[in-house]
Nanobody, 123 residues
Framework: QVQLVESGGGLVQAGGSLRLSCAAS????????MGWFRQAPGKEREFVST????????YHADSLKGRFTISRDNAKNTLYLQMNSPKPEDTAVYYC????????????????WGQGTQVTVSS
């Protein structure tokens, strides 16, 4: 079992910045690929970013490239999402997720999920 707890969400102005964190506990964090997903009201959950267990490989949704950056600190058992220049359309609940295996853009492949953290971007 892996327990995931997100933090860092809140209200941010468009063009500002925000960093989300995801603290992991339980099984060895460094053995898991991690991902960030988001879900806006009335919309399906969508892929944001994913990172390999070593942190070497990262992938972002095409629409977010250059604005969002995923990273991890295996010594601290923590995953991060740096959000720069957020836009109102980035408003959503953001979830971190873990899977034993390679990084993936597909949410159904993730075994463990956090409870989510709300991000609201004002114009």
């Amino acid at each position: 079992q892996v327990q995931l707890v997100e933090s860092g969400g809140g209200l941010v102005q468009a063009g500002g910045s925000l960093r989300l964190s995801c603290a992991a506990s339980g099984r060895t964090f460094s053995s898991y690929a991690m991902g960030w997903f988001r879900q806006a009201p009335g919309k399906e959950r969508e892929f944001v970013s994913t990172i390999s267990w070593t942190g070497t490989n990262t992938y972002h949704a095409d629409s977010l490239k250059g604005r969002f950056t995923i990273s991890r600190d295996n010594a601290k058992n923590t995953l991060y999402l740096q959000m720069n220049s957020p836009k109102p359309e980035d408003t959503a609940v953001y979830y971190c997720a873990a899977r034993y295996g390679a990084e993936s853009r597909v949410y159904a492949r993730y075994e463990y999920w956090g409870q989510g953290t709300q991000v609201t971007v004002s114009s």
